[in-house]
């Protein structure tokens, strides 16, 4: 059976339906993991005071926070997501952190062409935008909701190689569960690793400026176990991978992800291989 972009977007929604809650808890983890990568996202989308933010595939919102600190009280953040629930954590997260000029909306990231045209002074979606089977049409929608001059960024992964504290399981779970590789149109992790495509696309969804860099963000925890807790308690996509195999099966590919994974440890705990694209472009 070949690809199919709904059934796709309904499952990726029930994902993070189903594991909002773990991803929310591993909070400080994302942004400590993500924070450097965030900063440079903010600044190439040059959110500044007084700014109307968009937040595309926001999740639990890390980076609608920082956002909204950056805008101040005469800004604002509006993050928008595929799942409710998550987009839940965002508000409540927001509201703990005394932040008071976040706003949430269920929305796809494929019809953001439902917000009026010109309504953001900068956009920012943090690795959401891979994701997108459609993602000329996200970007096209993205770009319409900025105002003339605005700026997106956006933050995605490299290559499977460079990233391996996920590539490891994930290659580990198809072969296990008899999964095939994904073609290359299709959307994942590594969708926007080539910076050719990453141009291309942007140009050709009117976006000039095209601004593509590389950020090293090794993951950091005391271990390779702590990594699988990790990958295991927020990472629903894993589990759906695993879905054909049984409870004990998948114990032991979890197992095995661990076992592999070990190569990673040093004397200063598990340092997971990481390298971020950050992306920046003008409306």
């Known amino acids: 059976m070949g690809f199919n972009p709904t059934t796709y977007k309904q499952t990726t929604r029930q994902q993070w339906q189903d594991y909002a809650a773990g991803w929310h808890a591993w909070a400080p983890l994302l942004e400590e993991w993500l924070g450097a990568a965030t900063d ?3 600044e190439l989308a040059a959110v500044s005071a007084g700014d109307d933010v968009l937040d595309v595939a926001a999740g639990a919102g890390g980076q609608s926070i920082a956002a909204a600190r950056r805008v101040g009280p005469t800004g604002s953040v509006l993050a928008t997501d595929l799942s409710p629930a998550i987009l839940d954590h965002a508000a409540q997260a927001a509201s703990a952190a005394g932040v008071t000029n976040v706003y949430t909306r269920e929305l796809d990231g494929e019809a953001i062409d439902e917000l009026s045209p010109g309504s953001f002074d900068a956009a920012i979606s943090r690795v959401g935008l891979i994701y997108f089977p459609d993602r ?3 970007l096209r ?8 001059g605005g700026r997106f960024a956006t933050i995605s992964y490299s290559s499977a190689g460079a990233n391996e504290f996920f590539s490891i399981p994930v290659s580990i779970i ?14 994942g992790p590594f969708s926007l690793a080539d910076t050719e495509l990453v ?4 140009t050709g969804a009117g976006f000039t400026d095209v601004n593509v860099e590389l950020l090293d963000a090794p993951v950091r925890l005391p271990s390779a ?5 990790f990958e295991r308690e927020s990472f629903g996509a894993l589990h759906q991978m695993l879905g054909s195999l049984e409870p004990t099966e998948q114990d032991d590919v979890w197992a095995e992800i661990e076992q592999r994974l070990e190569q990673f440890e040093t004397a200063d705990g598990f340092v997971g291989p990481c390298e971020l694209v950050v992306i920046g472009a003008t409306r």
Not at 141 to 148: H, K, Q, Y
Not at 174 to 187: C, N, T
């Open 141 to 148: 929608g993205i770009r319409r909701a900025l105002r003339d």
């Open 225 to 229: 176990a702590e990594c699988v807790r």
């Open 174 to 187: 198809r072969e296990r569960a008899g999964l095939p590789a994904p073609a290359p149109e299709q959307p």
């Open 199 to 202: 141009r291309s696309e942007f």
């Open 40 to 42: 440079r996202m903010l």
């Open 136 to 138: 000329p049409r996200a």
